[in-house]
């Protein structure tokens, strides 16, 4: 299996534009979920599905955060417009249950917004 | 409130030697997992161990073991023959799968240094 697979590696863009981060989640895990690393505030949930819908976004800080998860193996988090508080490390990670499983992490997106 | 405090920012250990890292939680849920991972500087997530709240016996994993004292709610990582690609960052996290409403909750980490 090739692990959760995160896209872009790193992301380096301008205040004001669109930024899309893609996640491909291991085959047959029902729960996906979107955290973000800063070194101020550590790791925080920022949203997660079970199977493809979304259960509890109350971790997305604003309403320019937006994630989507069209099918099982596809989910997105776009920030439009980004700012550079938005600058952190971006981690999908996905799992067969919640709770008693290990998450699966990718491998993150650096995203630096100027 | 359900919490996890990782209270060592930081921490040296010599190689060969053994190193624990505390971690402490909050929590009034009677059924919980409890999980550790490493980030290396690389910033891959790597699972660890994993302690369940209803299991008698300590978790173990090759180098790595956890030592849970339910009554203290403490779950601390033991690593025992520390090498220097232990040198991480060390992650603490609870799970609560009855409530169903909250995932993995990750303390603020720990960062090893192993010295030679």
């Known amino acids: 299996d090739a692990g959760v697979i995160q896209s872009p590696r790193h992301e380096v863009t301008e205040m004001g534009q669109e930024v899309t981060l893609r996640c491909k989640p291991i085959?047959?895990?029902?729960?996906l979920f979107w955290y973000r690393q800063t070194m101020m505030r550590g790791l925080e949930l920022l949203i997660y599905?079970?199977?493809?819908?979304?259960?509890?976004d109350s971790g997305m800080p604003e309403d320019r955060f937006s994630a989507k998860m069209p099918n099982a193996s596809f989910s997105t988090l776009k920030i439009q417009p980004s700012e550079p508080r938005d600058s952190a490390v971006y981690f999908c990670?996905?799992?067969?249950?919640?709770?008693?499983?290990?998450?699966?992490f990718g491998s993150g997106t650096q995203l630096s917004v100027l | 409130a359900q919490k996890i405090t990782q209270t060592q920012p930081g921490m040296f250990v010599q190689e060969k030697e053994a190193v624990t890292l505390d971690c402490t939680y909050d929590?009034?849920?009677?059924?919980?997992?409890l999980f550790w991972y490493k980030q290396p500087s690389s910033g891959e997530m790597i699972f660890l161990i994993y302690?369940?709240?209803?299991?008698?016996q300590n978790a173990t994993e090759g180098r790595y073991s956890l030592n849970f004292q339910k009554a203290r709610k403490s779950a601390n990582l033991v690593i025992s023959a520390s090498q220097l690609g232990d040198s991480a960052m060390y992650f603490c996290?609870?799970?609560?799968?009855?409530?169903?409403?909250?995932?993995?909750?990750f303390g603020k980490g720990t960062r090893l240094s192993v010295i030679a």
């Open positions: 990670a996905s799992s067969f249950s919640q709770g008693y499983e290990k998450l699966f």
């Open positions: 085959s047959g895990h029902d729960y």
């Open positions: 599905f079970n199977n493809n819908v979304p259960i509890d």
């Open positions: 929590t009034s849920d009677p059924s919980y997992g």
């Open positions: 302690q369940g709240s209803y299991d008698q």
């Open positions: 996290a609870m799970s609560f799968p009855l409530s169903g409403n909250t995932p993995l909750v």
